[in-house]
């Protein structure tokens, strides 16, 4: 069983950065495939950004080269730093573990926070 509690939401002007933090629970979070999706209102939940177990990283092209995500295992936590915010970055931002193998699959998610871009 994996707690995924995230961090870090909040106001800012479009132009504005904010870092995302996701505190995990449990063990072996460094087997997890850690991602951020965002659901903004009306719209399906998608995926922003992944980072596999080993480092390997994958962004929505609509965040490329604004945002990056990086992992510390070592404080089992998971960051999505965002760069230069627009008003269509405003969602709830979800924290998500991923494993799967042979033996099956492990999904897990947070309860979101809210980032709101705005002048």
């Known amino acids: 069983q994996v707690r995924l509690v995230e961090s870090g939401g909040g106001l800012v002007q479009p132009g504005g950065s904010l870092r995302l933090s996701c505190a995990a629970s449990?063990?072996?979070?460094?087997?997890?495939?850690m991602g951020w999706y965002r659901q903004a209102p009306g719209k399906q939940r998608e995926l922003v950004a992944i980072?596999?177990?080993?480092?390997?990283?994958d962004y929505v092209d609509s965040v490329k080269g604004r945002f990056t995500i990086s992992r510390d295992n070592a404080k089992k936590t998971v960051f999505l730093q965002m760069n230069s915010l627009n008003p269509e970055d405003t969602a709830v931002y979800y924290c998500?573990?991923?494993?799967?193998?042979?033996?099956?699959?492990?999904?897990?998610w947070g309860q979101g926070t809210q980032v709101t871009v705005s002048s």
């Open positions: 998500n573990a991923y494993y799967s193998d042979y033996a099956g699959s492990r999904d897990y």
């Open positions: 449990g063990s072996e979070f460094n087997i997890y495939a």
């Open positions: 980072i596999g177990s080993g480092g390997s990283t």
